[in-house]
């Protein structure tokens, strides 16, 4: 049977131009998509652009432009650095793209839904603009994110949540016997002590 490959970049933010972490992540990929196909194997590589967040909205009314123009001129300059690089990605998805993203997205809330994966609920905590999620006390250094060296903002609004306790057992599980395979090795003993420690549901949704 002939291999099946599949390969997908990080999806940047839209909310500056891209960087040279842009260039060093499309280029690896691109380096391991053309192997691949050189060894015959069925290759797909996907990339994209995240262009939703607070973080955009901000950087948007920064530049004073709606946050849709505002991702429009990012996307461009990306997919502009990817021809001059020569990245050979077979697609590139935007998530504001209401034909192509937004339907398989909302096919996939509706079975979670189903499942009972999802639920609302009320809640307060410290948030970090640049993650654009959710952190801890624990994960603060002298009271700032240790990724953006900023203090978190106290948040308090409704959200929908995803049910992660429920799969704690199975998570553990499929770590031990290894049914999924996680590189560099090393890091499973780090995600089994953290699942081990119990996970918590996480937020879901952004209002």
Not at 20 to 31: I, K, P, Q, S
Request: some cysteine.
């Amino acid at each position: 049977m002939e291999e099946k490959f599949y390969i997908t970049t990080a999806i940047p933010y839209a909310n500056a131009n891209p960087h040279m972490g842009h260039a060093y992540e499309a280029v690896l990929a691109d380096t391991v998509a053309r192997y691949k196909r050189m060894r015959e194997a069925e290759t797909f590589f996907l990339s994209g652009s995240a262009e939703h967040g607070e973080k955009i909205i901000r950087a948007a009314k920064k530049a004073d432009m709606s946050p849709q123009s505002f991702a429009d001129k990012n996307v461009k300059e990306l997919l502009d650095l990817y021809k001059k690089l020569n990245i050979s990605n077979d697609d590139f998805i935007r998530n504001s793209d209401k034909k192509r993203h937004w339907p398989g997205a909302q096919h996939l809330w509706a079975k979670l839904v189903q499942a009972g994966d999802i639920y609302k609920k009320a809640y307060k905590g410290l948030y970090c603009v640049g993650c654009e999620k959710f952190i801890t006390e624990k994960d603060l250094v002298n009271g700032k994110c240790p990724d953006h060296d900023k203090e978190p903002e106290t948040v308090e609004e409704k959200n929908y949540f995803f049910r992660l306790s429920k799969y704690q057992d199975k998570i553990i599980s499929m770590l031990k016997n290894q049914d999924i395979a996680i590189l560099p090795k090393h890091r499973v003993k780090e995600l089994l002590s953290f699942a081990e420690n119990g996970l918590e549901d996480i937020s879901f949704s952004r209002p």
